[in-house]
């Protein structure tokens, strides 16, 4: 019996084959400028605090040291994995470390938008009454569905 396809697959060479369709891929490619651009637009966004949480919340001096140090090596780390997954959406083929960033990336999307969305566990598509929320959840939904299979992928590789 043949082995089905999935939507990421280790290769013998040690890569990993991502299929996905080319409106997925641009999407994918998209998604890390738009929130790129927010986080540089808008760093006090309340939605962004899942991405950058506070360190110290019962210390500020502590909280503001942390932030000196650390700030710029989260947001420079962040933006990285971003613009890796934007630059490698198009690939049908990447290394271990592309897909661990991959992997990164799309968490870290997922969180905005979980965060934006206030999701529940049981949340569903019909919760959302706003197209654009409802619109905002199915994209969530499947970048947890792209961020399962690379997931999955990189695990079979252990």
Known sequence: MARRSRLVDRQRDGSFVVRLGEDERRLLASLPAQLATLVEAEPED???QRLF???YPKDPDREDEW???MSVDLHDRRRAQ????AETAGATSLTEDELLTWSQALNDLRLYLG????L???TTDADFEDEHDRDLF????W???VQEAVIEALSDAL
């Open 46 to 48: 309340p939605w962004l």
């Open 53 to 55: 949480p506070t360190a």
């Open 67 to 69: 932030r000196l140090l």
């Open 82 to 85: 971003l613009a890796t997954l």
């Open 115 to 118: 965060t934006r969305l206030d």
């Open 120 to 122: 529940a566990e049981e």
């Open 138 to 141: 199915l994209l969530y939904s």
């Open 143 to 145: 970048l947890g569905y």
